[in-house]
């Protein structure tokens, strides 16, 4: 298992961001709360106040060649707003594969037939 993934972004600098496994609890509260401080409109305004939090607690270094010695995301709001759009992008993605470590799906009847589901089939 790998630990950080480093991701080139569109402006030539680099983001190191660690693995989803690699989340801790103070991760998840951190994401849970800022999401809930949102007040998101809507579920899609929610979803994308969740992926930028997952990946803001996922960065561990960054280099950005228009933002030199920038604060790491997860404590400073300024950095994060800073970044181009193509970058904030390009980080969202990959630290999407988060959201399921942070907010697992609900397991339901319907699904005890799909392979690894966390719903055990029922005897019939």
């Known amino acids: ?3 950080c993934q480093t991701i080139m972004l569109p402006s030539g600098g680099t983001a190191t961001l660690r693995a989803p496994e690699m989340l801790r609890g103070r991760d998840k509260s951190i994401v849970r709360r800022r999401a809930a401080a949102a007040q998101a409109e809507n579920a899609q305004e929610l979803g994308v106040v969740v ?3 997952i990946a803001r607690v996922l960065v561990q ?4 060649p228009y933002r030199p010695g920038a604060g790491l995301p997860v404590d400073d709001q300024d950095a994060w707003d800073a970044l181009t759009i193509a970058d904030q992008d390009a980080i969202v993605a990959a630290a999407r594969p988060a959201i399921p ?3 697992p799906p609900q397991a339901t009847p319907d699904d005890a037939d799909i392979p690894g589901s966390p719903t055990a089939p029922t005897s019939g």
């Open 51 to 53: 992926e930028e939090e």
């Open 61 to 64: 270094a960054w280099d950005l």
């Open 101 to 103: 470590i942070i907010f």
């Open 1 to 3: 298992m790998s630990e």
